[in-house]
């Protein structure tokens, strides 16, 4: 018998440099702000109306990146691993055992917008605005690399694209055989699960950015395009959810089906819809810096 799904075994270390090992989550890290420096700086050049240069999207691409990396981490402890916290404060710091939230990440890139926009003169949301299409791009490389380094699988599933994850093996599920030996004999398919982290990287990363820079690429009311990516993802997150195994410490929230990630982003859509509504009826334009 040969199993009719795909393992996904990938080694988490991309390349060995002597000492130094350099994961494929640090890889997808990077390839996301520099996705974001790039693209940032050619909207920086084409699209005068935001009034900004390439220099400052390097200068809030620091901050930024202190942002994703700060709140995600405490997002994660806060939301998703708070005991652990309780039985050691340290554990807040043990980035190297992993452990990242997007939701606290926003929050760490809400802090970041709000200084960058003090710093420079301009708006929140004139800072928001032409941030947030860009980091869509950091979700899809975060989620592959999510993917890559076998974490964060999706529900039991037998369409035909499912796939094995041997960190979601229970216990014994070898029967004595070796990974590859057991997966090739088919007596790990009735463990095969939906590959959500593609699903997500698919929604929540490449349509969500696809959907902001066509809406973006000419002046919106100051704060539309942030109420947009905010309904956006918190929608494809909720979607993604269904699909999605929820986290084992915490499982399944009010009645066993809602799970943390919907609980957080359902305000998303609700303050999305605000914000959107808002921004039309105030209509103030997208003016870059002194012409507004």
């Known amino acids: 018998m040969q199993s009719r799904y795909r393992l996904i075994n990938f080694d988490p270390v991309a390349i ?27 909207i920086a050049r084409h699209r005068p109306w935001w009034g900004w240069t390439p220099e400052q999207v390097s200068d809030f691409l620091f901050f930024g990146m202190l ?19 309780l039985a050691n404060p340290l554990f807040l710091l043990r980035i190297w055992d992993g452990g990242m939230s997007f939701h606290g990440g926003m929050l760490g890139v809400v802090v970041a917008l709000a200084w960058f926009a003090r710093r420079t003169g301009r ?23 999510n993917f890559i380094g076998g974490e964060l699988w999706g529900r039991g599933a037998d369409v035909p694209w499912a796939m094995i994850f041997p960190g979601a093996l229970p216990p014994g599920a ?6 590859e030996a057991a997966w090739q004999s088919g007596a790990l398919d009735i463990f095969a699960r939906h590959p959500s982290q593609l699903y997500q990287a698919a929604l929540e990363g ?6 902001l820079m066509v809406y973006s690429a000419r002046p919106r009311p100051r704060g539309a395009v942030s109420g947009l990516f905010l309904v956006g993802y918190g929608l494809f997150r909720c979607l993604a959810e269904w699909f999605r195994e929820p986290d084992p410490h915490i499982g399944f929230l009010a009645g066993g089906w809602i799970t943390m990630g919907m609980l957080l982003s359902v305000p998303m859509v609700i303050a999305g819809v605000v ?7 105030r209509g103030i334009p997208a003016d870059p810096v002194g012409q507004a």
């Open 123 to 145: 708006g929140f949301w004139q800072v928001a605005d032409f941030v947030v299409p860009l980091g869509t791009l950091g979700l899809a490389f975060g989620r592959l690399g």
């Open 67 to 85: 942002g994703v990396i700060i709140g995600g981490r405490i997002g994660y402890v806060l939301f998703y691993s708070f005991d652990s916290l």
């Open 206 to 211: 490449f349509l969500l950015f696809l959907i």
């Open 16 to 42: 060995s440099l002597g000492p130094l090992d350099v994961h494929w989550y640090g890889i997808m890290y990077l390839l996301a702000f520099a996705a974001f420096w790039l693209l940032g700086s050619w």
């Open 174 to 179: 070898l029967g004595g055989q070796t990974l």
């Open 275 to 281: 914000i959107l509504v808002l921004a039309y009826r």
